[in-house]
């Protein structure tokens, strides 16, 4: 008997998608793009975070040199680097070397750079330190060595940029969460108005399923159903999404804060199952919401 049940409360349910299959079509394409959206945001976190990481296991400076800076003046900086303690990977760039590099980094529109009159960038020294090998550094010591030597105009360090960089992540974590919210909302709204039509379009059989003794849960189970279906549907469709996505770019070279090129990472299985059970999830809350307005709870 409990078989029984069980084929008529998912058979019904089916059916109930069937007869308003544009409604629930319409309904379903509206889930997966917010949940789309939620999901890529979610794997761009995912692989800024782990690219952070990776560039926060480096200690890097880049040296501006002032114009005209004398050949006596140079050695001094390149001298004092080279005293710094720790294994280190040192570069010095010329004007015309940091001119070819920007013209490579910016391809076919680098034409307008032949235009100039002259080359306005500096020279300049790049240099990191190895993995795991800077725990016995000072880097505001050294930026600040480094920026009162003569012949020297800036000084850029990558643990500056770093920290300016989480901060900002840390804003956008928040907006995020902010623009999950509403799109979670938005789901729930899509899939209750879309219980709420099937329920109208039922109404009569409702009444009478009502007359001859059928309980409130007996007819309000398809309906939950319903939004259990489009929840599975929306978050498989979702993750299949993500997945052809993923696989588009990976194929790519990403270059982030001026790293060599990056692998992109996937969802990871608690990720992606969290994002299915979300919708999942906000399927039965529309059904929930939608049924609260007809039944007694």
Known sequence: MRIRFRTYFAKQALADIRDNLTVHVLGLGTMVSSLLIFGVFLLFFVNISSWIHEWGNTLSFSVYLKDGISAYKRDKVDAFIRQLPGEKTL????KEDAMVDLKETLGSDAAFLNRLSRNPLPASYEFFFERGKKHDLNPKA??????????????QCSEELLNNFKAIMDMLESIGFLVGGLLCLCVVFIMT?????TIFYRKTEIEILKLVGATDWFIKLPFLLEGVI??????????LALVCGYLFFATK?????????LDLAFLSFGHMALLFLISVGLGLMGSVIALGRFFKV
């Open 91 to 94: 570069r010095y760039i010329s």
């Open 253 to 261: 070279e990403v270059h982030f804060l001026g790293m060599n090129s």
């Open 142 to 155: 050294i930026k600040e060595a480094l920026t009162e030597l003569d012949g020297v105009a800036d000084v």
């Open 230 to 239: 489009q929840g599975i549907l929306a978050g498989g469709l979702t993750l």
């Open 193 to 197: 108005n879309t219980i709420k039509l």
